[in-house]
């Protein structure tokens, strides 16, 4: 069954650590993978996307993600966190279709400690 | 840039009553998605709809309809609300056959069934 799964459901780091939440994925054919980030009271914003080529992708507000399709994961890491970081972030899982259906993980709530 | 709009961003219902939450994109994109969003659950889809008076079910169609009779416009229809359906309700939107394949989202409802 396809599924994406957000193992850490909460996070807490102090301002200017490094970050990094975890995203695996279980997907028959070739993933398109997504990374979302829901501030408090907002819609999704598209953080950042792969789709093929190199296999870490940079994104906004200084996030990158790697993607491991020997582990089957797409992690997001941030090298230094900001208190303006602090949202819930979704990792999703698609194919290239018609229909931009997505899959979407549990949420991982980040909190940033000043 | 891609707007959706969400007609209510709280919503407070008896038990009972038929509850319309409203969708409306100004980009012209042919599919529409309803989400229900729960803590721990991630986004789940309900319906979606890939063009006027299309839908199809998504994972958990289970007491709601919809409605779309415009392209820019997918009403999201609780029949018969009940306090299970207390939830957050996201509306999202995306081009057919566009290369970025990302999904926009509204600010979402919150909705309170008493």
């Known amino acids: 069954a396809q599924s994406v799964t957000q193992p850490d459901i909460h996070i807490t780091v102090s301002e200017g650590a490094s970050l990094e939440l975890r995203c695996n994925y279980s997907?028959?054919?070739?993933?398109?993978l997504f990374w979302y980030v829901q501030s408090p009271g907002q819609g999704l914003q598209l953080l950042l996307k792969?789709?093929?080529?190199?296999?870490l992708v940079q994104g906004i507000k200084g996030f990158e993600a790697e993607f491991k399709r020997s582990q089957s994961s797409f992690n997001l890491r941030k090298p230094s966190v900001h208190w303006s970081d602090a949202a819930e972030y979704f990792c999703?899982?698609?194919?290239?279709?018609?229909?931009?259906?997505?899959?979407f993980g549990q949420g991982t709530t980040l909190q940033v400690k000043p | 840039d891609v707007k959706v709009t969400q007609s209510s961003r709280y919503l407070v219902k008896r038990t009972g009553e038929k509850v319309f939450l409203e969708c409306v994109q100004d980009?012209?994109?042919?599919?529409m998605f309803w989400y229900r969003q729960d803590p721990g659950l991630g986004l789940r889809l309900i319906y979606f709809?890939?063009?006027?008076?299309?839908?199809e079910k998504g994972d958990i169609p289970e007491g709601y309809s919809v409605s779309r009779e415009k392209k820019e416009r997918f009403s999201l229809i609780l029949e018969s609300a009940s306090t299970n359906q207390t939830s957050m309700y996201l509306c999202?939107?995306?081009?057919?056959?566009?290369?970025?394949?990302?999904?926009?989202f509204g600010p979402g409802t919150r909705l309170t069934v008493t």
């Open positions: 997907y028959g054919a070739t993933p398109y």
């Open positions: 980009m012209d994109h042919e599919n």
């Open positions: 709809s890939y063009d006027v008076k299309m839908k």
């Open positions: 999202a939107s995306y081009l057919s056959g566009r290369v970025s394949y990302e999904q926009y």
């Open positions: 999703a899982v698609g194919a290239k279709s018609n229909t931009g259906k997505l899959i």
């Open positions: 792969y789709f093929s080529g190199d296999t």
